[in-house]
């Protein structure tokens, strides 16, 4: 098993930048894809950026290209998403979650990942 837990959601301002946490327990957190999706009111969980178990390879969504940055730490069993110039397009609840092993690249689905957290979310203000 594997917990995750998503941190760093709040209130911002268009233009402005967040940095969300996915702090992971459980089995080695370093085995696992990690990737991030969104929910905004009405909308279905829409994917934003996935990143390989070493680090080495990330996958964006084009409306976040250029803007979001997913990394991870496997010392601290941490993934991030640094999120720049944010767009009132940008609100949602945001998850993080962790491939099934073996999975296929990129996971742009949310049958690709196995855990999930339980979201935090993000506001961004015109």
């Known amino acids: 098993q594997v917990q995750l837990v998503e941190s760093g959601g709040g209130l911002v301002q268009a233009g402005g930048s967040l940095r969300l946490s996915c702090a992971a327990s459980?089995?080695?957190?370093?085995?696992?894809?990690m990737g991030w999706f969104r929910q905004a009111p009405g909308k279905e969980r829409a994917f934003v950026a996935a990143?390989?178990?070493?680090?080495?390879?990330?996958y964006y969504a084009d409306s976040v290209k250029g803007r979001f940055t997913i990394s991870r730490d496997n010392a601290k069993n941490t993934g991030y998403l640094q999120m720049n110039s944010l767009k009132p397009e940008d609100t949602a609840v945001y998850y993080c979650?962790?491939?099934?092993?073996?999975?296929?690249?990129?996971?742009?689905?949310?049958?690709?990942?196995?855990?999930w957290g339980q979201g935090t979310q993000v506001t961004v203000s015109s």
């Open positions: 459980g089995r080695t957190f370093g085995s696992y894809g």
């Open positions: 979650a962790a491939t099934w092993p073996g999975g296929s690249w990129p996971p742009r689905n949310s049958y690709d990942y196995r855990y």
């Open positions: 990143i390989t178990w070493s680090g080495s390879n990330t």
